[in-house]
Structure formats: C-alpha cells, structure tokens
C-alpha cells in the first residue's frame, strides 16, 4: 500500500458511510409486477383505493341489526322481543327496509339493511319463536363498520418508498391493484476473498475457515430484494482479484468480503487504492471499522470485512439501508445490563430481548459468529457514550 498520505476520507461515521455508498448506487428504475411478485419489492409509485372499504356499511359481527332506539328498554334486565323480518349476508344483502320492532339476521360483513342501525351478537340473541328474537342487551352502533372506514376511493394509501411486507400486499390486493409499480431489482456481484476461505463440505486444514460470508451475505441480498451475481472466491492475489472484479459486468454494485483490513495479505483494500478508486476507508464502529467504499471501471464496490460478524452487521447497518432506501428499523427500550461505550466509535453490541428489556450477549467478539444466530438484537451505544443498566438504549432488531 502507498505511504502518500490518501486522498479519500478515513474513519467516516456510519450516517456518512451509508449517504455515500446510496450515493454511488445507480438509479434502478421502475417496473410493473403482479401482485403475487410483489413482496419485498420497493414501491416505485403512490397507490390510490380504486374503490373503497368497506364498499358497504356493514356489520362486524354475527347476530342481528336493529334501531337502536328499538332495543333499549325502559326496565333494567328486561329483554327485548323483536320480529325477524329476513337475514343479510355477504354478497346476498336484505333487500327491504326495516320497520320499528323489526330486525333482520345479519352475519359477519354483511350489508346493514336499510332502517338499521346497530348490531346485538349472536350471544345475547334468544330464539322466541319462529320469527322472535330476545335481547339480552341493546343492540350497539359500535359493532357496525361505516363505509370507508379504512380508506375510500382515490384515496393514497401506499405511499412510493414503502417496503411491500405481506400486509401491505394483502392492503394492495384491498385497494383494487392486481399489479404494482416496482423499483426494479438491484443486480448485486458477491465476491469472497482469503486464501484460508473454502467452500463448506471439504475437510478443513489448519488455518482455514468454511465461507460463511458468501451464504450469509447472499442470503441478505436475497431478503433485500436483489438479484444475486455470485462470483465464488478469490485467492489473496492481486490479480486473481481483479479478473474476479472484471467478471461482475452487469452489475450494479459489487459486495467483497475479506481484504479491506491493516494487514500485508488485505489485497483488496491495494488493490482499489493503486488501480481503482476509493471512495473511503474505514468508519467509525465496532465490529465492522475496516469497511471499504471505492470503484473500479465505473462499477461501485463495497468492501465488507472478513470476520464473519463485522461483515453482516457492516451489511446490517450500512448496506441494506443503502441498498433497500428503507432506513435502519430501530427502537428504544431499557437495558437490562450495562452495555460499555467506545471514546471513538458507536458500537453495535449484540444482545437478547427478553420480557421487553434487552440484555448483554456477553460474547462480543467478531469471529463469534454464534452470537449472530442467538442474538435478536444490536444495541447501539453512541461515541463515546456508555450505557447503565435501568437507562433507554437504543436497539437495532435482527
């Protein structure tokens, strides 16, 4: 590596690292899909009600739809006696209008018929008769749904940017949309790198390591939305690494692990130094410092570390925001235990949540890639902060 002093910033904080790698992302467009391909895409466009909900005033229980004013009694404990007139149901509402001391049987989303107002459920219902009913309690306007109570038509109620979850798919389904506008998938090279790394069912030598990196990583793409190039492994040589680099063509942003760090083999980090471009080396927390942003022939390259920790919480943290345009979920809760602070770096502490408190993993170190899996939790403790037991912390869910 050169001894010139760089040219490129150095120890940026996480906030700058995550603006700068969305920065060099290229714009992916727009598409159209069906419904049923929709989850985990991105909104590309605001989605408006093209009918509303309900389409009908209607009841939200089983029982029987009355006037209220028909069910309230004058001495306490009395039931009311009312004549059925007819039922309503979904699809088959009642067609007549109901009379004082009437009341129609009505079901779950049923139409409410006309000269109705409010609902008793079947529980307080007694049969008197064939076409008598006794109320055990006044009929409420409470259990009836006024149309559009949850959104009417032309209304916007998915706005561009969100994250289509399943129940945002199943309310675009509600909304009338049998197809949604999309931003197109990010097509993202993965490139793993070390001469001790091998492909998972060989037998191990000394010193060598199974590529957990590129299955983990591969499958966090995959949870962001992206279209995977896997490109394998690359041996620690310079030139190794660059044909593996000219082979992401296509791509929009080439993800690396291993080689970014201090070390005489970290050929990565050399590499886009001398021939390519560096965007920035290092940011400011712990796992993850030595991360790396730069380019090669036009085509971004994200450098994760090669401890298996420090790459997916770098990935966690600052690549899926970049990545997805969602920004980092995260909540305040009590910590359990204390949680120490770093003078120079915010740190991403795992931890476990438990009876709505979050508590120290104890194992913190970044080759413990275990604590990952048991862990549900990264606590954030700011720059040269710390945290004490009973104090709010601020929590990144896993």
Not at 293 to 309: A, D, E, H
Request: glycine share 12%; aromatic share 4%; net charge negative.
């Amino acid at each position: 590596m050169t001894s010139t002093r760089p040219d490129f910033p150095m120890h940026v904080s996480v906030q700058q690292a995550r603006e700068m790698l969305a920065a060099l992302l290229p714009d992916p467009g727009t598409e159209t899909v069906p419904l049923a391909r929709a989850r985990g895409r991105t909104l590309a466009a605001d989605l408006q009600a093209l009918v509303s909900h309900p389409s009908a005033t209607e009841s939200a229980l089983d029982g029987i739809a009355a006037r209220e004013a028909d069910t309230l009694t004058a001495a306490p404990g009395a039931p009311v006696r009312l004549r059925v007139v007819g039922e309503s149901r979904a699809g088959v509402p009642f067609a007549g209008t109901v009379g004082p001391g009437e009341c129609v049987r009505i079901y779950t989303g049923a139409p409410l018929p006309s000269g109705t107002d409010a609902i008793c459920p079947v529980e307080q219902l007694t049969e008197d008769g064939p076409d008598h009913v006794l109320l055990a309690r006044p009929a409420s306007p409470a259990d009836v749904r006024q149309e559009g109570g949850d959104f009417r038509v032309g209304e916007a109620v998915l706005r561009a940017g969100v994250l289509l979850t399943p129940a945002r798919v199943a309310l675009a389904a509600a909304l009338g949309h049998a197809e949604v506008p999309v931003r197109r998938r990010l097509r993202v090279a993965l490139l793993s790198t070390g001469d001790e790394v091998i492909e998972p069912g060989r037998p191990l030598r000394p010193g060598q390591v199974y590529d957990s990196n590129r299955y983990g990583l591969h499958a966090m793409l995959e949870e962001c939305g992206c279209e995977v190039l896997p490109l394998g492994h690359a041996p620690d040589s310079p030139e190794a690494l660059a044909r593996a680099i000219e082979a992401a063509g296509g791509a929009d942003v080439l993800l690396t692990s291993g080689g970014v760090s201090m070390g005489r083999y970290d050929f990565m980090r050399d590499l886009l130094m001398e021939r390519g471009r560096v965007a920035f080396w290092k940011v400011r927390m712990r796992p993850g410092g030595p991360a790396l942003l730069g380019g090669w022939n036009g085509l971004p390259v994200f450098g994760l570390p090669g401890n298996p920790v420090s790459s997916l919480v770098v990935f966690q943290v600052i690549v899926r925001p970049a990545l997805t345009g969602q920004p980092v979920q995260t909540l305040r809760l009590r910590a359990a235990t204390p949680f120490r602070g770093l003078p120079d770096k915010t740190a991403f502490w795992r931890g476990v949540l438990r009876e709505g408190q979050v508590y120290d993993y104890g194992q913190q170190g970044s080759g413990v890639l275990r604590s990952l899996s048991d862990a549900n939790a990264l606590v954030v403790v700011p720059e040269g902060g710390a945290v004490q037991a009973g104090e709010e912390v601020e929590v990144v869910l896993l």
